[in-house]
Nanobody
């Protein structure tokens, strides 16, 4: 069974920071790429950051320089450090897995509950 549990969301002011965490089970974590996605109100879910099994990373252009993805294979966790948050980044944030970074863009059978990030004054 695959389990994806996201945490760390909350309400922050524009320019603020949050650190999200995802704990995965039911997969061989160290062999898979992990990604963070977000779905804003009225928008489709988008991949914002990914990290491969060999620690290569990718970021959606709008978050480059502000977001950092990292993983801890011993704990089966992937984190997303988000700095200088913008109101338009208000969304539910999800994690998921794939075969390599390209695999993060493939359709997924399961999503966790996500964690709400609200960026507002």
């Amino acid at each position: 069974q695959v389990q994806l549990v996201e945490s760390g969301g909350g309400l922050v002011q524009p320019g603020g920071s949050l650190r999200l965490s995802c704990t995965a089970s039911g997969i061989i974590f160290r062999l898979d790429a992990m990604g963070w996605y977000r779905q804003a109100p009225g928008k489709q879910r988008e991949l914002v950051a990914g990290i491969s099994s060999s620690d290569s990373t990718m970021y959606e252009d709008s978050v480059k320089g502000r977001f950092t993805i990292s993983r801890d294979n011993a704990k089966n966790t992937v984190d997303l450090q988000m700095n200088n948050l913008k109101p338009e980044e208000t969304a539910i944030y999800y994690c998921n897995t794939g075969i390599g970074l390209a695999g993060l863009r493939k359709s997924k059978d399961y999503w966790g509950q996500g964690t709400q990030v609200t960026v507002s004054s």
